[in-house]
């Protein structure tokens, strides 16, 4: 396509009569394509197609309702986490030391009283007055009492231990693992609201309002910068001729005074086929692109306007 292009350029050129050092393009801002990160429907349009817009201006609204429900349910997880990590640094409570302390002195009584009947159970089992299933009775209750006191001192030393270091460092990691999925959600809301990214003019507005739009998809298109650029195919014999950062002079199609501007950018491969694969006539048909920027005074120009750029 640009092969063709180029070569309609060089025959026109040819045959209406213009000097060979022009270099002929259209007038071009940059096109920024503001992208929709997920499936939503569109709640707000504020600024009309066409419009001038400054750099932090709201320009699409995405409904944001579920994403605020995510935000609230990571928040949520971020306070248990803290309390959690909290609580772990803090240690036990008097109370709940107290607590313990009473549990471990009501088990040590259990299990006096078991050992007691334990004791009169075996003496009337050798007098023959009881059973051996009532022995075997009394020696669970006490083991039962045992085991019971056992647990209880156990809960105790626990409490009065402190926390340990791994339950501290699980405690932390678990706090900062929730905090950055918050972190990841609230940028997922902030996404929904979409604002310019550079002065310009809003271009294009694909969607409507209501509509839901698709993931990656574009819902406006902003075209960047105060004054336009020229996009241009600089033929091969004058590609070392200019560099970055030259004066040339435009001419724009509907006005008479030329205007100067600045060679932005040039391309360092050609828009087709690459010179060592062409004799020495074919290479002179070998464009390369490239774009002068032109002064912020001419704002007013509009896009897609033919330009001429002049050679040195």
């Known amino acids: 396509m640009h092969y063709f292009v180029c070569f309609v350029f060089i025959l026109l050129t040819a045959c209406d009569g213009r000097p060979e050092n022009i270099a002929l393009g259209t007038l071009e801002r940059d096109r920024i394509a503001h992208a929709a990160t997920v499936n939503e429907v569109v709640v707000a349009l504020p600024v009309k197609q066409g419009s001038k817009v400054d750099k932090g201006t709201l320009i699409v609204k995405l409904d944001d309702t579920f994403q ?44 006096v009283e078991s050992e007691a009947n334990y004791e009169r159970s075996l003496n009337l089992r050798k007098q023959k007055v009881i059973s051996e299933a009532g022995l075997d009775k009394a020696l669970a209750s006490r083991d039962a009492s045992l085991a019971s006191l056992q647990s209880a001192q156990e809960e105790l030393l626990k409490l009065t231990n402190g926390t340990r270091e791994e339950d501290l460092s699980i405690g932390e990691a678990r706090l900062q693992s929730v905090t950055a999925v918050l972190a990841s959600e609230k940028k997922k809301l902030a996404d929904l609201t979409i604002y310019a990214t550079r002065d310009g003019i809003l271009d294009n507005l694909p969607w409507n309002l209501g509509e839901r739009v698709t993931a990656g998809s574009p819902v406006a298109i902003v075209l960047a910068g105060k004054a ?70 001419e704002a007013h120009l509009p896009n897609g306007v033919p330009a001429q750029v002049e050679l040195p």
Request: no cysteine; aromatic share 8%; charged share 30%.
């Open 228 to 297: 336009p650029f020229a996009r241009i195919y600089v033929p091969e014999p004058y590609r070392v001729k200019i560099k970055v950062g030259d004066t040339l002079v435009v001419h724009v199609d509907g006005l008479e005074r030329p205007i100067s501007g600045r060679l932005r950018w040039i391309a360092t491969e050609s828009a087709f086929t690459p010179y060592y694969a062409l004799n020495q006539e074919e290479r002179s048909r070998l464009m390369y692109l490239a774009e002068v920027q032109l002064p912020d005074s």
């Open 68 to 111: 605020k429900a995510q935000v609230s349910k990571a928040e949520a997880e971020v306070a248990q986490a803290d309390a959690n990590l909290e609580k772990l640094r803090n240690g036990a409570r008097v109370e709940d030391v107290a607590a313990a302390r009473a549990r471990v002195a009501g088990s040590r009584a259990s299990l």
